[in-house]
């Protein structure tokens, strides 16, 4: 199993570890709860190494980027990130990922983890006729995730004003102890924060004293659990379960970052003529009405008794709102805010309702 | 935490035997594998009981746990905090947090089950 620059101090730590797509990885250290809480009122650390990193540099590299993904790189400024997605020519979705703009024609993307080869390859594929030089550099980063509210001053500690000055979905670069960093004002967790790429070597430092630092602020050690959950209260998509390669970047509710009118790239066609046609399915927030926990990959019903019309396919208790959440995709009809639907939950039906997303979104 | 009164059983639910009653719970060792606990259903009263069936569920934030009834009888009572309170089964699975009672229809079905000393020991092969 692979493992980041962090491993033995997760273990240190008394973390659970859990293979997370052929990583050993910490689930949760001392719950998913307190962890989860700590995010959203204090500050929680995170290891995300397992992350993929790939470099595009070269005279096309910002008409082949423009190519493979459905966001319109050409309004990013330098040290400007957004979210957007690989697309498929069906319109469906390769991966989702950032994109930093780190020059003219320099660009830094950040990938799933499970999906790093499968995404070196797609776009290797469709870079024939693009004057671009592609690298995976996956191995050369570490990747640190300060995040909640407190996480600013822990990352000016460590790297100055810059953190301070930089806004929301903003990078820039700092150096620690003498290496080079990059500062993202990013996150998977709906609240303020930080993430930082680093070379593996000073991984352990910095996560060292980032935990010494945030200490005084109520700083938490977090798994993926908590990850996860606080992605979900956010309603940020987790690839593999809510958006995938059968999933449409517009049916997985992207069309956020889907700018049809910046030109061709991979997939607009399909996905113009779905927008223009109109969806017939949508991915929608729900919550459970009756008691019960829905479940990725539980039947979800229109009536009690009737045919499944889809799965759960991400369902989780949300530690913060105290609710039972979940998203499923729902034909057009049905996606109306206030509709009720069904959830199997093993042997019984329990009732649900959907409602508006995201389920949290934090006070600025 | 090992009792000495209880009995357990090898998926770790334990039953604390009290005359011709029976309290069912999940051991400490469990709780502490589960996690955050969240969710717990309990049966409902005057359910007839196999030794076996599928009695309860636990969920805790990333795993559904199903509770097996180590012994056969009628329920006669559930523990109703969990409802609003499922944290209980972290903070005391062998006390506050039991999860239903029985009226034991065969007793000698006790025989199957482990002392403390025993589960303590395959507690301790478990977990090599």
Known sequence: ?364 | MVLEDFYYTKEHEWVQVDGETGTIGITDHAQKQLGDIVFVEVPEVDTELEKGDEAASIESVKAVADVFSPVSGTVTAVNEALEDEPEMVNKEAQGAGWLFRLRLSNKSELNDLMNAAAYAKYLEEEEG
């Not at chain 1, 034909?331 to 069904?342: D, L, M, N």
Request: proline share 4%; with cysteine.
């Open chain 1, 1 to 364: 199993m692979k493992k980041t620059p962090l491993n033995e101090e997760h273990r240190n730590l008394g973390a659970k570890m859990v293979d997370f797509g052929g990583w050993d990885m910490p689930v949760q250290y001392s719950g998913v709860l307190e962890e989860h809480i700590a995010v959203r009122k204090k500050v929680g650390l995170f290891d995300v190494s397992h992350m993929g990193e790939f470099t595009v540099k070269g005279p096309d590299a910002l008409a082949f980027v423009q190519h493979v993904t459905c966001n319109d790189v050409s309004k990013l400024a330098y040290k400007q990130i957004h979210y957007s997605a690989f697309t498929y020519p069906e319109g469906t979705i390769v991966d989702d990922l950032l994109v930093y703009r780190q020059d003219e024609n320099e660009f830094f993307l950040v990938v799933n983890a499970a999906n790093i080869d499968k995404d070196f390859d797609w776009i290797t594929s469709q870079s024939s006729g693009f004057d671009v030089e592609l690298k995976n550099v996956s191995d050369s980063y570490a990747q640190l995730a300060i995040q909640g509210p407190e996480a600013v001053k822990i990352v000016e500690t460590l790297f100055g004003k810059v953190a301070v000055e930089m806004h929301y979905y903003w990078f820039d670069y700092g150096t620690y102890e003498g290496s080079p960093c990059i500062l993202s004002r990013t996150g998977y967790t709906g609240e303020d924060g930080f993430e930082v790429y680093c070379p593996p070597s000073i991984a352990v430092a910095l996560w060292r004293r980032s935990l010494e630092l945030g200490r005084p602020y109520g700083i938490l050690p977090c798994g993926l659990a908590a990850r996860d959950t606080l992605r979900l209260e956010s309603k940020m998509c987790l690839y593999g379960n809510d958006i995938d390669q059968t999933t449409t970047v517009l049916e997985g509710g992207l069309g956020w970052v889907c700018k049809l009118d910046k030109g061709d790239f991979i997939g607009a066609d399909i996905l113009r003529q779905q927008k223009e046609e109109g969806l017939e399915r949508k991915l929608i927030g729900f919550e459970m009405a009756d008691r019960g926990i829905a479940r990725h990959g539980y039947p979800v019903y229109l009536e009690p008794g009737g045919e499944a019309v889809g799965t759960v396919t991400s369902g989780s208790f949300a530690p913060f709102l105290e609710k039972n959440i979940g998203l499923t995709y729902l034909p057009i009809e049905k996606a109306k805010i206030g509709t009720e639907i069904y959830i199997g939950i093993r042997k019984k039906t329990a009732k649900a309702v959907v409602v508006k997303t995201p389920f949290y979104k934090r006070q600025k």
